[in-house]
C-alpha cells in the first residue's frame, strides 16, 4: 500500500529561491506595487495579481493580426479607472524564434526578457503580460535564471554593457489572469450580459503547459471560463479541453496541414460535444488559428462557424465598448456579428 503524500509534497515556490538570491546580491526583485489579490495557483502556491499600475505588455501577434485584443484590455482599465501603462518601449520577447527555429540560444532569450524586465521595474509599474507565449517564455527564463548560475552570470554581463541590471519580476502576470482577478467589478458595471450563450473555452498551451504551477486553476485553468461565466456564459467542458490548437508556431509556418488537421479534431469535439455559440480564447496563436482555419474545414466538406472571443473582447463588449474600433471584430475571419445581435450589442 502507498504511503500518503504530504499535502503540497510537490511545491516549488520559486519566490522563495528569489528572495535568497536577493539577499547575497545575485538579483534585484521587482515587487508588486500597488493594491493586489492573492490566490491560489497550485500545490497552495499563493501568487499576486495586482489590480492597478498595469504595465501592458504588448503582442507582437495580437497588435499585428487582432489589434482589437489589447486594445479591449485598455478600454477595460478605463472603465473601471485603473492606472495602466501603454508603453512602446519594450521589445518583443523573442520567443516566436526561440519555438519557431533552432537559432535561439538561452543566454540570448533570458536577456531579452531582463532587459523588458527592467523596463518594467523603471517605470515603477507591475507586468501585464497579453501574449501566453511571452508569458511562459518569460515563466522559464525566469526559473532558468534563479536556478542556473551560469545562465544567470552571462545575462548579467549583457545587462551590465547595456546599463542594466539583473532584475527578476516577483511575479509574472497574465493579462488573463487580471481579468479573472476583476471579473466581478467587469459584471457590476456591464451594460451588456451574454446570458444564453454556450460556449466553451481553449487555454493556450504556453499559458499551463510549461510551468503550470504559477497559474490560476494550475493543470486545468480556470481563468476564461470563470470570467465567461460570470459574464452570462454558459460555458461547457468538452473531451479535446486539453488538445492543442495546432498552431504550433514551426508547424504553421512549414507544414500548415499538420495545424489544420489538429485542429480539426479540436473543431469536430467541440461541434459533437457541445455546438457552442463561441469559442472564448486568451491566447494570440490559439485565437488566430481556430478563427481564421474553420473555413478550410469546407474542403473537406465539415462546416463550422465558431468565433473565437478573447477574454479582454467579451470584457470590453460586456462594458460597452464599440465591435469594429474598439473590440476590433472587422479583423476576425469567423464572422462574430451574429453572436452580438444575439445579445442586443449590435
Request: hydrophobic share 40%.
Amino acid at each position: 500500500m502507498a504511503l500518503a503524500e504530504e499535502p503540497h509534497a510537490h511545491s516549488h515556490d520559486i519566490r522563495q529561491e528569489m528572495r535568497e538570491l536577493e539577499d547575497k546580491g545575485e538579483i534585484k526583485i521587482q515587487r508588486v506595487v500597488g493594491p493586489y489579490e492573492e490566490v491560489e495557483v497550485a500545490h497552495g502556491i499563493k501568487k499576486k495579481i495586482p489590480t492597478t499600475h498595469l504595465y501592458q505588455h504588448k503582442s507582437c501577434g495580437q497588435c499585428t493580426n487582432l489589434p482589437g485584443v489589447p486594445a479591449s484590455s485598455m478600454y477595460v482599465y478605463e472603465q473601471l479607472g485603473i492606472d495602466y501603462l501603454n508603453d512602446m518601449e519594450h521589445t518583443s520577447c523573442t520567443a516566436w524564434n526561440y519555438h519557431a527555429s533552432a537559432t535561439n540560444n538561452l543566454v540570448s532569450l533570458a536577456a531579452a526578457a531582463v532587459r523588458n524586465w527592467h523596463r518594467v521595474y523603471e517605470t515603477g509599474y507591475n507586468l501585464d503580460v497579453h501574449c501566453v507565449t511571452s508569458f511562459g517564455n518569460y515563466q522559464e527564463m525566469r526559473h532558468l535564471l534563479v536556478t542556473k548560475k551560469e545562465i544567470r552570470d552571462e545575462v548579467r554581463k549583457i545587462m551590465h554593457a547595456i546599463g542594466r541590471e539583473l532584475v527578476i519580476p516577483e511575479e509574472v502576470v497574465h493579462n488573463s489572469e487580471v481579468m479573472y482577478v476583476l471579473r466581478d467589478q467587469i459584471a457590476a458595471k456591464a451594460k451588456y450580459r451574454f446570458d444564453g450563450l454556450r460556449a466553451v473555452d481553449h487555454i493556450g498551451c504556453h499559458f499551463y503547459k510549461i510551468m503550470n504551477d504559477d497559474v490560476i486553476g494550475g493543470a486545468k485553468p480556470i481563468v476564461v471560463r470563470e470570467l465567461g461565466k460570470t459574464l452570462g456564459f454558459d460555458v461547457q467542458d468538452y473531451s479535446k479541453w486539453f488538445h492543442c490548437c495546432g498552431f504550433g508556431f514551426r508547424h504553421i509556418l512549414v507544414n500548415r496541414e499538420f495545424t489544420r488537421s489538429a485542429l480539426r479534431v479540436k473543431l469536430q469535439a467541440i461541434q459533437r460535444e457541445v455546438d457552442p455559440d463561441v469559442i472564448l480564447v486568451n491566447c494570440t496563436g490559439c485565437g488566430t488559428t481556430i478563427d481564421k482555419n474553420q473555413w478550410i474545414m469546407k474542403a473537406v466538406g465539415e462546416n463550422y462557424s465558431y468565433p473565437a472571443l478573447f477574454h479582454s473582447q467579451i470584457a470590453a463588449l460586456s462594458l460597452g465598448a464599440d465591435p469594429y474600433k474598439v473590440a476590433g471584430i472587422n479583423f476576425h475571419a469567423t464572422p462574430v456579428e451574429p453572436v452580438l445581435k444575439k445579445v442586443g450589442i449590435l
